[in-house]
């Protein structure tokens, strides 16, 4: 059994070599342990620390391409290197690195395909208050729309089955978190969490420089994905509302004409009426449509699934 922690990292000299001291080197269960380093561009000695501090690979992106990406190219290269369980953790050293074997013990157990951290079930030293409500919000939106009773969605201390990784598919650019819990629930993966401690950080936060415009991408990669999964739910829930007001702003005119034969005061309600009948049944339609390319890129994922499992089964 192989453990590979990938870390993302980003202008980090001053904790990734503290980050991976901190990460044990032998656990029960477990037969090897790597250190994989993802340096996203940075302009700083991150790699060069990295390496001097014991990180067993250290893959250099050429540019700043973000955490979502650093996090995929992550897994990317663990299952190359054979990994049977890969944690994340960040590089601010925020998270501790020797809670990691009581994170993938719900895996070893056989209990778990992805493991979360997290923190709201654990301790927090320090959480600037805008960033703890955003937390809250961006968690109890993830757990409506994914169903799963979610404490921390943003938690980047997490856990994963090989298994779970090569049925997970990272598509947004910008970050990781919500979407592979909703995508990990749609796949019916058993998620798990587990509480951990969470340090404050020293210095400036590299992926949540705004907290508006973080709320904004974070949201419409909730939505995206969402609708990847459920589209046939929204469209008909949408449609079914706007085909409904046209059906009660016609009442209106219906009533008129059956107390009176006229329709000559209402006639702009009348075509509002048309309008939004119209418009609700084409709704409804595009998401049945909708819901046929979900089907076909179910089976594309499926595909997607076995020609990667063939192809790392042989590393």
Same mark, same amino acid.
């Given at each position: 059994?192989?453990?590979?922690?990938?870390?993302?990292?980003? /202008?980090?000299?001053?904790?990734?070599?503290?980050?991976? !001291? %901190? +990460? =044990? @080197?032998? &656990?029960?269960? #477990?037969?090897?342990?790597?250190?994989?380093?993802?340096?996203?561009?940075?302009?700083?000695?991150?790699?060069?620390?990295?390496?001097?501090?014991?990180?067993?690979?250290?893959?250099?992106?050429?540019?700043?391409?973000?955490?979502?990406?650093?996090?995929?190219?992550?897994?990317?290269?663990?299952?190359?290197?054979?990994?049977?369980?890969?944690? /994340?953790?960040?590089?601010?050293?925020?998270?501790?690195? !020797? %809670? +990691? =074997? @009581?994170? &993938?013990?719900? #895996?070893?157990?056989?209990?778990?395909?992805?493991?979360?951290?997290?923190?709201?079930?654990?301790?927090?030293?320090?959480?600037?208050?805008?960033?703890?409500?955003?937390?809250?919000?961006?968690?109890?939106?993830?757990?409506?729309?994914?169903?799963?009773?979610?404490?921390?969605?943003?938690?980047?201390?997490?856990?994963?089955?090989?298994?779970?990784?090569?049925?997970?598919?990272?598509?947004?650019?910008?970050?990781?978190?919500?979407?592979? &819990?909703?995508?990990?629930?749609?796949?019916?993966?058993?998620?798990?969490?587990?509480?951990?401690?969470?340090?404050?950080?020293?210095?400036?936060?590299?992926?949540?420089?705004?907290?508006?415009?973080?709320?904004?991408?974070?949201?419409?990669?909730?939505?995206?994905?969402?609708?990847?999964?459920?589209?046939?739910?929204?469209?008909?829930?949408?449609?079914?509302?706007?085909?409904?007001?046209?059906?009660?702003?016609?009442?209106?005119?219906?009533?008129?004409?059956?107390?009176?034969?006229?329709?000559?005061?209402?006639?702009?309600?009348?075509?509002?009426?048309?309008?939004?009948?119209?418009?609700?049944?084409?709704?409804?339609?595009?998401?049945?449509?909708?819901?046929?390319?979900?089907?076909?890129?179910?089976?594309?994922?499926?595909?997607?699934?076995?020609?990667?499992?063939?192809?790392?089964?042989?590393?």
């Amino acid at each position: 059994m192989k453990l590979v922690v990938s870390i993302p990292a980003y /202008n980090e000299e001053e904790t990734i070599g503290l980050v991976i !001291k %901190e +990460i =044990p @080197r032998s &656990i029960e269960g #477990i037969d090897s342990i790597e250190v994989l380093i993802i340096d996203d561009g940075s302009t700083d000695k991150t790699a060069e620390v990295a390496k001097s501090a014991g990180a067993d690979k250290v893959v250099s992106l050429k540019n700043n391409q973000g955490l979502s990406l650093a996090f995929r190219k992550g897994l990317e290269t663990a299952l190359k290197l054979g990994a049977d369980i890969i944690v /994340n953790i960040d590089a601010d050293r925020q998270y501790n690195g !020797k %809670e +990691i =074997p @009581r994170l &993938i013990k719900p #895996i070893l157990d056989g209990k778990a395909d992805i493991v979360l951290g997290s923190r709201f079930k654990g301790w927090i030293e320090y959480m600037p208050f805008h960033k703890k409500v955003g937390n809250k919000i961006a968690t109890w939106v993830t757990k409506f729309i994914s169903g799963y009773p979610v404490s921390d969605s943003q938690t980047g201390f997490r856990a994963f089955t090989k298994e779970a990784v090569l049925r997970l598919n990272v598509l947004s650019n910008y970050t990781y978190v919500q979407e592979t &819990i909703i995508q990990a629930v749609n796949k019916n993966l058993t998620i798990v969490e587990v509480p951990v401690q969470f340090r404050k950080r020293e210095g400036k936060s590299r992926l949540i420089e705004n907290i508006f415009i973080y709320a904004k991408k974070a949201g419409i990669t909730i939505l995206r994905t969402y609708l990847n999964y459920k589209p046939l739910r929204v469209f008909l829930y949408l449609g079914g509302f706007v085909f409904l007001c046209g059906v009660a702003t016609g009442s209106f005119v219906l009533i008129h004409y059956l107390q009176t034969g006229y329709v000559a005061p209402h006639y702009p309600t009348t075509v509002l009426t048309a309008v939004l009948i119209i418009i609700g049944f084409q709704i409804i339609v595009l998401g049945l449509l909708a819901d046929l390319i979900n089907t076909n890129r179910r089976l594309e994922e499926d595909i997607l699934y076995r020609l990667k499992k063939n192809e790392y089964s042989k590393k």
